[in-house]
């Protein structure tokens, strides 16, 4: 293909794709509103209810068997699909603050984000902590207000909450007209008209019905007070909210608001088509090396996420890659630059949730997955030669430990195995004792334990056995000072272990003991956030 012509061709799917994150408090509706976006998209043709967990169908986007009992995500999913001609990559998120940090990874891997804000509780904690992280990166975000099909908060209290705690003006796309029993319908500010409501949760059936204009005698006719109140709001948020900036939004800076109800589909077409308006782009990714281009010709990518036994038959592991640059074919070779080593991609695979398909071809933007037994790495960096590191893969220190043991000695094989492979993908953070053998789990929070215990039962046939740990602080550990760090290791070996990646890891039994240690070796530097572990900590590692 002629090389301009081939730019050209290059620039304009990179134009085409939006890649974005959907996050939450747990409850508010995100799965469901998952399900509705790609029920809209066209992508299914009928939702899973997240609700009645009795029945056979299940959310789309949750896969994993502790999911489907209990209701609620605890792996991020990814999901592509097509709509005005803009190919969608999206990711759903655990909700569950104990599995923040995977929410974390996978927000590092998108361009925008959509808030889901349960309209009866306003912004919530985990939310909050959520918008931290996108702040930190100006990520873009979109805010559904959700379930105005029940009795909630004021529209206008809720504006003003999410302006205060996002610290970002909030500009209203649509408005409700009434709420709970009395909900009519959201009138499109933009477009100025009314979509009334229709109950209905798992189809697109019929034309919906539509009111013209705001001074539209059927409106006050058939809505009453609730549309009278809803004109009065709209009027005052209309002067008093700035007009709507697409390059503050862009930039993190403004967030446009929509209103509805998800599990009546209510809302969320809308929704979807300010993603493809709005939302930009791919964008330029920082390496340590230098600032990719995605329009650059040469394939560069990241692993962000690793899922375990997606197909537990074949006890596969699944690479989550972001592509950062240039196009993806199938068969390519790609080098892994934390090792140098050569990737065959015959089988890579994109994504509807858990249904998989062999993919051709991939472009930035794009997520894909690479079936691996264990050669990626959460954080690698593949390139079709260059030697390249993207940055900002973040790993928290734990908070929670406690050891384990498997409850028949003659499946102690299966538990290593299963554990490490866990680990790999960063459900919880294992540890090897450097004088000991029992292995060590680090949590954020309590359920990622029970997660763990479920996973290991089911998908590696292991009955493992937990118990309280005494350590409570972790920090890893490095210095530019080879042989310090070596008599550091040798000097503290009962309280140093190795992760997943053999960075070393120093463990105390309160903040107090750590703070002495801190004082007593200055030149040993202790890290609660490890970002990729590969630089740093093995080169830390060979000079010892």
Not at 440 to 449: K, R, S, Y
Not at 532 to 542: I, T
Request: charged share 25%; hydrophobic share 45%.
């Amino acid at each position: 293909m002629n090389a301009n012509l081939w730019v050209g061709v290059l620039a304009r799917e990179v134009a085409r794709r939006r890649t974005f994150a959907i996050i939450s408090h747990p409850d508010a509706g995100k799965t469901t509103l998952t399900e509705k976006l790609l029920l809209f998209a066209g992508a299914i043709q009928i939702a899973g209810s997240v609700k009645a967990r009795k029945a056979s169908r299940h959310a789309t986007s949750d896969w994993m068997e502790i999911e489907k009992q209990r209701g609620i995500s605890v792996a991020s999913s990814v999901m592509q699909m097509e709509y005005r001609d803009c190919v969608i990559n999206l990711l759903d998120t655990p909700g569950h603050q104990d599995f923040s940090e995977d929410t974390y990874r996978v927000l590092t891997a998108v361009d925008a984000a959509l808030m889901v804000i349960d309209a009866a509780n306003g912004v919530e904690s985990q939310t909050l902590r959520l918008l931290e992280v996108c702040r930190a990166r100006n990520t873009p975000i979109i805010t559904f207000v959700n379930k105005l099909d029940r009795e909630v908060k004021e529209p206008l209290a809720l504006l003003d909450e999410i302006e205060q705690v996002l610290g970002m003006p909030a500009v209203p796309f649509t408005w409700p007209v009434g709420m709970g029993s009395r909900f009519g319908g959201v009138f499109d500010i933009r477009a100025d008209r009314m979509r009334v409501f229709r109950a209905g949760q798992e189809r697109l059936d019929g034309a919906e019905e539509t009111l013209e204009g705001i001074d539209n005698p059927q409106c006050a006719a058939r809505f009453g007070d609730a549309f009278a109140q809803a004109r009065g709001e709209i009027e005052l948020v209309s002067g008093a909210a700035p007009l709507f900036d697409a390059e503050e939004f862009a930039a993190g800076r403004q967030t446009p608001v929509f209103f509805g109800s998800a599990i009546n589909n209510f809302g969320v077409r809308e929704v979807l088509d300010a993603l493809v308006e709005f939302a930009p782009p791919p964008g330029a990714r920082r390496a340590l090396q230098r600032r990719v281009l995605p329009t650059e010709d040469k394939f560069s990518g990241v692993v962000f996420k690793i899922q375990a036994n997606m197909d537990p038959a074949h006890r596969d592991r699944v690479a989550f890659v972001r592509i950062c640059s240039g196009r993806f074919e199938r068969g390519m070779k790609l080098k892994i630059c934390r090792n140098g080593k050569e990737l065959r991609t015959n089988n890579v695979v994109s994504f509807l949730s858990q249904r998989r398909e062999l993919l051709e071809e991939a472009y930035a933007g794009d997520i894909i997955g690479i079936p691996n037994h264990g050669l990626l790495q959460l954080g690698d960096t593949l390139t079709e030669g260059e030697t390249l590191q993207f940055t900002g893969l973040p790993f928290f220190a734990p908070e929670i430990f406690q050891s384990v043991e498997v409850a028949d000695p003659l499946r102690a094989k299966q538990l290593r195995a299963g554990l490490l492979q866990l680990g790999e993908e960063g459900a919880i953070q294992v540890f090897r004792p450097y004088a000991g053998s029992m292995l060590l789990l680090g949590a954020v929070g309590a359920l990622q334990f029970e997660v763990i215990a479920h996973r290991l039962k089911h998908e590696y046939g292991v009955e493992a056995r937990f118990a309280g740990s005494k350590y409570q602080v972790a920090r890893w550990v490095t210095s530019r000072d080879a042989a310090e760090m070596k008599r550091f290791i040798d000097g503290n070996a009962h309280r140093i272990a190795f992760d997943v990646v053999d960075a070393p890891t120093f463990l105390a039994s309160h903040q107090a003991e750590l703070n002495v240690v801190e004082e007593r070796w200055e030149n040993i530097e202790f890290h609660a956030l490890r970002e990729h572990a590969g630089l740093v900590f093995h080169a830390a590692l060979r000079a010892g």
